[in-house]
């Protein structure tokens, strides 16, 4: 998707990582993290048109996409995954902007208050997350995981959220998939992270609001407005702790706001950068 896109590979803590560079890069650097089961091929579209302003760099986290598999995919290191692609990219200004997972990785790493960074946008997620929402995600991606074709794949997702763009979800969901041994389809997001054996170490509520009290940067705080992961409560109170935080709610959203409501997602990270 896009003629101004290419995808690379870099090595970062032991790891080999796939990222896709959109746009000119003399542009201002544009950083996206997707969120938990997601991949960088999930912002194709968003990237395609913000490339026409900004250098868009979309990072397959740990465990995710085509950027290897480790044993520890804790918020600790994924933060100091981000932390190593600036440095290695030689990115000396740049916006970020997480989802979810990404969003959670976003905003410890602004936490750190590293040099460089500019602005901030965190989508639908926060220090303390709706324990009912987790449990649809968790069980979700615990139910089967292979399927006899892409389009199985598909109703499956069609299934857990009918709110998502069409054209989009298909994307999200051709583009997440890999053939097994036997020539099924199956997710190419690390198993474990769909073991119940292997919950993701993360911080605690106390270390979460620490984090998010410790941002300097202006930021943007979009909240699905139906969304069963991040309240309104505790949004308004993340913008009440945050001086330099806009908020902006998208009604009728769920969670997956970039999935579910493309076109007035990418006008409130437009209007803010």
């Given at each position: 998707m896009?003629?101004?896109v290419?995808d ?5 803590n ?19 993290l ?7 091929r ?7 048109m913000?490339s026409?302003?900004y ?5 397959d986290?740990?465990?995710?996409g ?5 044993e520890?995919?804790s918020?600790?290191a ?10 290695a990219?030689?990115l ?5 902007l997480?989802?979810?997972?990404g969003g959670?990785n976003a ?11 500019s ?5 639908d ?8 929402g987790?449990e ?5 991606v615990q139910?089967?995981?292979t399927?006899d ?5 598909l109703?499956?997702?069609?299934a ?14 051709r ?16 198993r ?6 292997r ?13 998010w009290?410790?941002?300097t ?10 969304s069963?992961?991040?309240s309104?409560?505790v ?5 009440a ?33």
């Amino acid at each position: 998707m896009g003629k101004n896109v290419r995808d690379d590979y870099i090595h970062l803590n032991g790891l080999r990582f796939h990222f896709r560079d959109w746009g000119d890069g003399t542009a201002p650097p544009l950083i996206l993290l997707h969120g938990f089961t997601g991949h960088a091929r999930s912002w194709d579209s968003f990237a395609t048109m913000l490339s026409r302003r900004y250098r868009v760099l979309a990072l397959d986290q740990r465990g995710h996409g085509e950027t290897g598999w480790a044993e520890d995919n804790s918020t600790e290191a994924m933060v100091s995954d981000v932390a190593a692609f600036v440095k290695a990219m030689g990115l000396r200004s740049f916006d970020l902007l997480g989802l979810s997972m990404g969003g959670s990785n976003a905003y410890h790493y602004a936490g750190s208050r590293p040099e460089g960074l500019s602005r901030l946008v965190i989508v639908d997620i926060g220090p303390e997350v709706g324990t009912g929402g987790i449990e649809r995600i968790m069980s979700g991606v615990q139910a089967s995981d292979t399927f006899d074709s892409p389009e199985q794949a598909l109703a499956a997702a069609r299934a857990a959220n009918p709110r998502a763009d069409e054209a989009e979800q298909w994307h999200r969901v051709r583009n997440n998939l890999m053939r097994t041994a036997e020539g099924k389809w199956t997710y190419r997001y690390d198993r474990a992270l769909r073991s119940p054996d292997r919950p993701r170490v993360r911080p605690g509520t106390d270390d979460n609001w620490g984090a998010w009290r410790k941002i300097t940067v202006p930021t943007l705080l979009i909240r699905g407005g139906i969304s069963d992961i991040l309240s309104a409560e505790v949004a308004f109170r993340m913008v009440a702790e945050h001086s330099a935080c806009r908020f902006v709610e998208i009604p009728g959203s769920g969670h997956s706001v970039p999935l579910e409501a493309p076109a007035r997602f990418r006008d409130a990270v437009e209007t803010f950068l």
